[in-house]
């Protein structure tokens, strides 16, 4: 009799528990629009809506490259906002209809079974771990896990070693720092699997010839909230003392420059929030310590994001250039001259992150120029230009794939071509 009353006692707790968990946060009806910015009026507007309203989310921030802004909208601030766009003359294009629509077709409700892990949908944090430990174990030869350090919330971030040799030219690549950017998880793996497994003469010559050091999810948190509670996370997850908004922008957070030029928002509820100081977030003041200790150790350092098809160097802080800036520009060409020769003809964007795109301080990729004198670094943005957004089709993985893959070999080529390596 105590068994069976054990047994329902346990339901009961189970059931509550499971009733307590929030709901997946539903995108339906939600819009994305493209807003053309003509003046700083019409960009102020846009920031204190996205500021002070959950109901407008900035995806994609003024670029001095095309004078736009994309921005979430949803179903019951959208008379108000169409009403603003009026009242100031701010022209726009819908670019998604729904939001949800694209969320639900990019997770397929039955998952595929007895493939293994491949690049035809997006995974969970727990699935990528258990396939980085298939590979440590599967090349243990020339391959070696590291640890970046622990999570707000308790998880370990993981990177992955891969050598042949020794005292080898390296590469750092750090990635999915913004949670909803699903495609640059995806897009390590991939490389990772390719270092390891690809016969082709170029792609082997990447992983003979240089070591690499790739962390395929660097804000734990934050990616696995985006798959459990909000498909559009960005941030970390960690609470803010004050007020009720949570999380870091963790690309804004590095002691580089920090909240310069107006390059992040002091605002806890923005989305490019830098923190009350630098490395207040552990995982960046963790990457910071592991990215230090090795600095002998690797020459280049690349940051994956999505989305816009940009290749995009320092500085972030200002306009001013850096003083290598046309090598790096060099660099940049043979990137995008690589992608855009593919079938795709995918166009990429080179510049610096000021001058092509927007001020944006404190991020990991000048922290590693100006503080650790990495003078070859890129922020990688993938696909595509709008029209999915973040919520890139799992169709286009593989396509986003190969296009890196093109763009790293003539990327690498071309810093060694210039000295960097």
């Known amino acids: ?3 069976i009353w054990l047994l ?13 968990e929030p709901a997946k946060l539903s995108y339906e009806g939600y819009e994305v629009y493209q807003l053309n910015i003509r003046n700083k009026i019409h960009l102020q507007l846009i920031n204190k809506l996205s500021e002070l309203s959950n109901e407008y989310n900035i995806w994609k921030d003024y670029e001095e490259y095309s004078k736009q802004v994309h921005v979430m909208v949803s179903p019951k601030a959208k008379s108000h906002f169409q009403l603003l766009l009026k009242l100031f003359g701010i022209s726009n294009e819908l670019m998604i209809a729904n939001v949800q629509r694209l969320i639900d077709a990019e997770q397929p409700v039955t998952r595929d079974s007895g493939d293994g892990f491949g690049w035809k949908r997006y995974y969970e944090l727990e699935e990528i771990e258990a396939w980085l430990d298939s590979i440590l174990a599967a090349y243990p030869s020339v391959t070696e896990g590291f640890t970046i350090g622990k999570s707000f919330e308790g998880r370990t971030i993981r990177g992955i070693k891969i050598s042949h040799g020794t005292n080898k030219p390296g590469i750092f690549i750090e990635s999915n720092i913004h949670a909803r950017e699903w495609i640059t998880s995806a897009t390590a793996t991939w490389f990772i699997n390719e270092l390891l497994s690809s016969k082709q003469t170029a792609v082997r010559s990447l992983a003979d010839n240089y070591d690499w050091y790739i962390v395929p999810v660097f804000n734990v948190d934050g990616f696995e909230y985006s798959h459990r509670k909000d498909r559009m996370w960005r941030k970390t997850r960690q609470p803010h003392p004050t007020n009720n908004c949570i999380g870091v922008d963790g690309n804004r957070n590095f002691d580089s420059h920090f909240m310069e030029n107006g390059g992040a928002s002091d605002n806890p509820c923005s989305e490019t929030f830098a923190g009350a100081a630098p490395w207040s977030e ?6 910071s310590d592991y990215v230090t200790s090795i600095k002998d150790k690797f020459n280049v350092y690349l940051s994956f994001h999505s989305y816009g098809q940009w290749l995009l160097t320092p500085y972030g802080h200002t306009m001013v250039l850096p003083p290598n800036y046309d090598h790096l520009q060099d660099i940049g060409a043979a990137f995008a001259g690589a992608i855009k020769s593919l079938p795709y003809a995918t166009e990429y964007v080179h510049g610096s992150t ?68």
Do not use: H
Not at 385 to 406: D, T, V
């Open 8 to 20: 329902a006692t346990l339901a009961v707790l189970a059931s509550a528990r499971t009733l307590k």
């Open 1 to 3: 009799m105590r068994s």
């Open 354 to 421: 000021a001058t092509v795109l927007y001020v944006a301080s404190g991020s990991s990729v000048d922290w590693a120029y100006n503080e650790l004198d990495k003078k070859v670094g890129f922020t990688i943005e993938y696909r595509d230009k709008g029209r999915f957004g973040f919520l890139l089709p799992p169709a286009q993985i593989l396509p986003n794939c190969e296009e890196l893959m093109a763009g790293m070999i003539a990327l690498i080529d071309k810093t060694k071509q210039l000295g960097y390596l």
């Open 282 to 287: 552990p995982e960046t003041k963790a990457l």
